[in-house]
């Protein structure tokens, strides 16, 4: 925390005129510095080192068969190339599960799109997904 005051002392000028009177003049860039860092902290309580946290994912299959888990994959890359597709195993099952969603709401919303396309049941699930921070919350030079 030491070389935060060597920024806090960079940001202000002060200006002494008369034995009684200080004036502070805070640079602008201090309220964007110091809001960029809240928001970071607020979404940091969440993430782990990896920027992975709490949210949801859509289970589109959950089978004992392998090939059938890999086919339903490569389908869902071909149909959603924008979305990111995992398969992974919980024994006995290989489960095919499908984005990043932060909001439920959000998952909800594709849920639909993808039922109505791959004309099979689908499962908003919680899971722990990458996340990744918008440019207004990661703190960049300006």
């Given at each position: 925390m030491k070389w935060m005051g060597s920024i806090i002392i960079l940001f202000f000028s002060i200006s002494c005129?008369?034995?009684d009177s200080i004036i502070v003049k805070k640079?602008?860039?201090?309220?964007?510095?110091?809001?960029?860092?809240?928001?970071?902290?607020?979404?940091?309580?969440?993430?782990?080192?990896?920027?992975?946290?709490?949210?949801?994912?859509?289970?589109?299959?959950?089978?004992?068969?392998r090939q059938e888990a890999y086919t339903i994959k490569g389908q869902l890359l071909q149909l959603f190339p924008d979305q990111k597709s995992y398969?992974?195993?919980?024994?006995?099952?290989?489960k095919v599960r499908m984005g990043n969603f932060t909001e439920k709401a959000e998952a909800d919303k594709f849920k639909k799109q993808v039922e109505s396309i791959i004309k099979r049941n689908v499962y908003v699930v919680r899971d722990i997904v990458e996340i990744s921070l918008k440019p207004e919350e990661l703190l960049l030079e300006e």
């Open positions: 005129f008369a034995s640079d602008s860039r201090l309220d964007i510095l110091l809001s960029k860092q809240a928001m970071i902290n607020k979404n940091g309580v969440y993430l782990t080192h990896n920027n992975k946290g709490p949210g949801y994912r859509l289970q589109v299959l959950s089978t004992n068969n398969t992974f195993f919980q024994s006995p099952y290989f």
